[in-house]
């Protein structure tokens, strides 16, 4: 996919720098939208469950096809796709931590209290896998100006039921409706400045860090696929949330499937 492409034009890296600051930003725009959702529409909790199965599904694909399996035929023989697995797995995870502990744990009883003390958890999470999600974008219209339509559906699709959720927890703690977006403008805004990095920083980068670069993203996702979507789409969505799960996994899938033939 190409945004500027067409255009004549003297300075290529500019053009180039502003397509990985466009599709960054279109990538996580998904956080504003469900910042407006969650202000504006009051979702039961098997729709959010859903939602956020759907996402998961999605990223899943993402994480095996469009990060992992690269990685590793980037920097095949190396051990970098390993190093940065499990690098990505490990921050997320000490820094999920060191947040539960600032924040004195999770001990909140009841519907409001209980969505208010993930807020903070599911910022880091969008944070921490989203930024080099938008790196891998800079990184994709380095190697040829364009990105993957496959990765760029899954951080769309996965970033609405989060913000929506952490929407819902800050509205419980009594966050006002310019807040709530505020704050999902400047994440968008940062993630879309991390794509250009992705494209200015790490185009110049070795195969090795390139692949060190997808695998920490795929680490950092897994981790928060593990400790909080999926959990949290299980609870909300109950069975149902296996099948879009699936679901998502398989459009996904068939987007990877049709970009390559």
């Given at each position: 996919?190409?945004?500027?492409?067409?255009?004549?034009?003297?300075?290529?890296?500019?053009?180039?720098?502003?397509?990985?600051?466009?599709?960054?930003?279109?990538?996580?725009?998904?956080?504003?939208?469900?910042?407006?959702?969650?202000?504006?529409?009051?979702?039961?909790?098997?729709?959010?469950?859903?939602?956020?199965?759907?996402?998961?599904?999605?990223?899943?694909?993402?994480?095996?096809?469009?990060?992992?399996?690269?990685?590793?035929?980037?920097?095949?023989?190396?051990?970098?796709?390993?190093?940065?697995?499990?690098?990505?797995?490990?921050?997320?995870?000490?820094?999920?931590?060191?947040?539960?502990?600032?924040?004195?744990?999770?001990?909140?009883?009841?519907?409001?209290?209980?969505?208010?003390?993930?807020?903070?958890?599911?910022?880091?999470?969008?944070?921490?896998?989203?930024?080099?999600?938008?790196?891998?974008?800079?990184?994709?219209?380095?190697?040829?100006?364009?990105?993957?339509?496959?990765?760029?559906?899954?951080?769309?699709?996965?970033n609405l039921p989060?913000?929506?959720?952490?929407?819902?927890?800050?509205?419980?703690?009594?966050?006002?409706?310019?807040?709530?977006?505020?704050?999902?403008?400047?994440?968008?805004?940062?993630?879309?400045?991390?794509?250009?990095?992705?494209?200015?920083?790490?185009?110049?980068?070795s195969d090795r860090?390139?692949?060190?670069?997808?695998?920490?993203?795929?680490?950092?996702?897994?981790?928060?696929?593990?400790?909080?979507?999926?959990?949290?789409?299980?609870?909300?969505?109950?069975?149902?949330?296996?099948?879009?799960?699936?679901?998502?996994?398989?459009?996904?899938?068939?987007?990877?499937?049709?970009?390559?033939?």
């Amino acid at each position: 996919m190409r945004l500027f492409g067409g255009i004549p034009t003297t300075d290529r890296g500019l053009v180039h720098m502003l397509n990985a600051f466009f599709w960054g930003l279109l990538a996580t725009s998904s956080l504003i939208v469900g910042g407006l959702i969650a202000c504006r529409f009051t979702l039961g909790n098997r729709t959010l469950g859903a939602i956020m199965a759907f996402g998961a599904g999605t990223l899943i694909s993402a994480v095996s096809y469009e990060l992992t399996f690269e990685s590793i035929q980037v920097g095949k023989g190396t051990g970098y796709p390993a190093f940065g697995l499990f690098a990505g797995a490990l921050v997320f995870y000490l820094s999920d931590r060191l947040i539960e502990r600032f924040r004195g744990g999770d001990h909140a009883e009841g519907g409001g209290s209980a969505h208010s003390k993930l807020v903070i958890p599911m910022v880091l999470a969008i944070i921490l896998d989203g930024i080099p999600e938008s790196i891998v974008i800079g990184l994709g219209i380095s190697e040829g100006g364009h990105i993957s339509l496959a990765m760029l559906v899954a951080v769309f699709i996965s970033n609405l039921p989060e913000a929506i959720a952490g929407s819902i927890g800050m509205k419980a703690g009594g966050a006002g409706r310019r807040r709530i977006l505020l704050l999902w403008v400047i994440i968008a805004l940062v993630c879309a400045l991390a794509s250009i990095a992705g494209f200015s920083l790490f185009g110049a980068a070795s195969d090795r860090w390139l692949s060190f670069i997808q695998a920490f993203a795929g680490g950092a996702i897994l981790m928060m696929l593990a400790n909080s979507m999926i959990p949290e789409a299980y609870e909300h969505g109950g069975k149902l949330a296996g099948v879009f799960t699936v679901l998502g996994f398989a459009i996904s899938v068939t987007i990877v499937v049709l970009e390559r033939t």
